[in-house]
Every structure is written in structure tokens, then in C-alpha cells.
């Protein structure tokens, strides 16, 4: 239906007013989009959306930022779902949209086989991703998977943080993962304990498999954070205290995996 559109970080608002900004924090590099007709439906069309960002992490921030919670997972990329009128997922360093003007079958028939060409065109990079890997499967709930580039939880140090909740044994568990060198791990996890202490009651928690840990309760909900080996991350805002700690010594133990 027309050339192929390109659009920079200056250019971006003339295609997504209003959106662009929050690209452009996830260093945002290039558009490229495109709409293809469906043969044989006047009127019917599917546009193509390849956002490229700076780096896989940048990429699956955008990701998760604009993800719809009700979206149906797809099974050929690690990132990605299906909504009402589209697919929308993560590839490397591209966020992708494919949307479909209407849910007529041919319409509907065309937007999926572009997602799944464009899946297996764009190589798969997951570098800077083994904070999102090390998220446990068990209990996830996966549209609450979310990235915090800088200051997650209000803490300078945390930078690169995913986050997310769980349904654990009738509980609802937030829980976080930050990988950094062993050293800023270490030295993010004495900060937080000292912040925590300054806004309640803190205390240390025996080691788990190498982990250091400690327990922290603060205007009524808790935390549970652990450090070892270059990996920051626990439970946090939790309102069952002993759930908390119950899912963060199983994970540790590689029991919730």
C-alpha cells in the first residue's frame, strides 16, 4: 500500500504522537513500518510496526511497558503476545506490532503469518536479558512482567531491575531480580538494608544456599532481600510475611525455578 515509512527519534511523533517520548527514553533508534493490503478485501489491511532500540533490554522495556495485560502468549518468541487486532512482541533489539485493520479471517490469516515471517527474520539476541531470565516460571503471572531502567523501588542503585508478581500458595508475591558484578551486589544489598532500617524494623535472616538475606517490614507490608553471586533481587510490598520468605528461601534452593 506505499514505500516503506522510516521515521528517527526526531521524526517519531509524526507517526505515534504522544507515545514518542517514552521510546525515546528507551533509546529509541529507528522506525521502519509499512501496511500491506489484503488481496481480494477492499479495505482491509495489516501495518507493520518495527521499532528498533539500541539494545535487547531497551527493547524489551518498550515491550513491557505498552503490553496489554488480556494478550494471548505466542509460542515462537521469548516476548511476545496476541491482543483483539494484533501481535506484539520482542526480537532482539526490535519491539514489533503487527496489527490488522479488522478481525476478518483473511485480515486476521495475513497479520499472523507477517508476525511469525517477521520472527524468524529478525535474529534472536537476548544480551542484557539474564535478569529477566533468572524471573522464576512457577506462579508468574506473566502480563505483570515489568523493566525499571534506573531507581526501581526508589533505590539509585537498582538499575536494570525486572520485576513481577506471583499467585504463591494463596499469596500474592512481588519479586525482583537485578544481575551486576558480585561486588555491586553485595554493596546494593547493605544499602538497601540500611535504607529499609531508616523506615522500620529490620533484621538478618539465616543464609541460603550463599545467599545473604534479610527481612524487613515498613507501613504495614514486607520484604525479603537477598544477594549472592552477582544477583540482587527478593520480595517486596508483600502483605504475607512468611509467604514472602517462603518463596524467596525456594527459590534460592531451586525449588521454584
Same mark, same amino acid.
Given at each position: 500500500?506505499?514505500?516503506?515509512?522510516?521515521y528517527?527519534?526526531?521524526?517519531?511523533?509524526?507517526?505515534?504522537?504522544?507515545?514518542?517520548?517514552?521510546? /525515546?527514553?528507551?533509546?529509541?533508534?529507528?522506525?521502519? =513500518?509499512?501496511?500491506?493490503?489484503?488481496?481480494?478485501?477492499?479495505?482491509?489491511? /495489516?501495518?507493520?510496526?518495527?521499532?528498533r532500540?539500541?539494545?535487547?533490554? @531497551?527493547?524489551?522495556?518498550?515491550?513491557?511497558?505498552?503490553?496489554?495485560?488480556?494478550?494471548?502468549l505466542? &509460542?515462537?518468541?521469548?516476548?511476545?503476545?496476541?491482543?483483539?487486532?494484533?501481535?506484539?512482541?520482542?526480537?532482539?533489539?526490535?519491539?514489533?506490532?503487527?496489527?490488522?485493520?479488522?478481525?476478518?479471517?483473511? &485480515?486476521?490469516?495475513? !497479520?499472523?503469518?507477517?508476525?511469525?515471517?517477521?520472527?524468524?527474520s529478525?535474529?534472536?539476541?537476548?544480551?542484557?536479558?539474564?535478569g529477566?531470565?533468572?524471573?522464576?516460571?512457577?506462579?508468574?503471572?506473566?502480563?505483570?512482567?515489568?523493566?525499571?531502567?534506573? @531507581?526501581?523501588?526508589?533505590?539509585?542503585?537498582?538499575?536494570n /531491575?525486572?520485576? !513481577?508478581?506471583? @499467585?504463591?500458595?494463596?499469596?500474592?508475591?512481588?519479586f525482583?531480580?537485578?544481575?551486576?558484578?558480585?561486588?555491586?551486589?553485595?554493596?546494593?544489598?547493605? =544499602?538497601?538494608?540500611?535504607?529499609?532500617?531508616?523506615?522500620?524494623?529490620?533484621?538478618? /535472616?539465616?543464609?541460603? =544456599?550463599?545467599?545473604?538475606?534479610?527481612?524487613?517490614?515498613?507501613?504495614? &507490608?514486607?520484604?525479603?532481600?537477598?544477594?549472592?553471586?552477582?544477583?540482587?533481587?527478593?520480595?517486596?510490598?508483600?502483605?504475607?510475611?512468611?509467604k514472602?520468605?517462603?518463596?524467596?528461601e525456594?527459590?534460592?534452593?531451586?525449588?521454584?525455578?
Amino acid at each position: 500500500m506505499g514505500q516503506t515509512e522510516f521515521y528517527s527519534a526526531d521524526t517519531l511523533f509524526e507517526k505515534i504522537d504522544g507515545r514518542a517520548p517514552a521510546y /525515546v527514553g528507551f533509546n529509541f533508534q529507528q522506525l521502519r =513500518s509499512r501496511s500491506f493490503s489484503v488481496i481480494g478485501l477492499e479495505g482491509s489491511f /495489516v501495518d507493520v510496526f518495527e521499532f528498533r532500540m539500541d539494545t535487547p533490554i @531497551n527493547a524489551f522495556g518498550i515491550f513491557a511497558l505498552e503490553r496489554d495485560p488480556k494478550g494471548r502468549l505466542l &509460542t515462537y518468541v521469548s516476548d511476545g503476545y496476541a491482543g483483539e487486532l494484533g501481535y506484539y512482541f520482542r526480537q532482539g533489539s526490535y519491539y514489533i506490532q503487527i496489527l490488522a485493520s479488522d478481525q476478518k479471517p483473511r &485480515t486476521t490469516e495475513l !497479520a499472523a503469518a507477517v508476525a511469525e515471517n517477521r520472527a524468524k527474520s529478525i535474529p534472536v539476541d537476548d544480551a542484557g536479558l539474564d535478569g529477566r531470565r533468572r524471573l522464576p516460571n512457577l506462579g508468574l503471572i506473566p502480563e505483570s512482567v515489568t523493566f525499571i531502567q534506573d @531507581n526501581a523501588q526508589g533505590q539509585a542503585f537498582m538499575k536494570n /531491575v525486572f520485576q !513481577a508478581s506471583y @499467585n504463591f500458595d494463596g499469596a500474592n508475591v512481588p519479586f525482583f531480580v537485578m544481575v551486576a558484578t558480585p561486588e555491586a551486589a553485595a554493596e546494593g544489598w547493605k =544499602s538497601y538494608r540500611a535504607f529499609s532500617s531508616r523506615f522500620g524494623k529490620t533484621s538478618d /535472616v539465616p543464609g541460603i =544456599s550463599g545467599a545473604q538475606i534479610f527481612e524487613a517490614e515498613s507501613f504495614g &507490608t514486607w520484604k525479603v532481600i537477598y544477594q549472592r553471586q552477582g544477583e540482587l533481587g527478593g520480595a517486596y510490598d508483600a502483605e504475607d510475611r512468611a509467604k514472602a520468605r517462603q518463596f524467596v528461601e525456594k527459590y534460592l534452593q531451586g525449588e521454584i525455578q
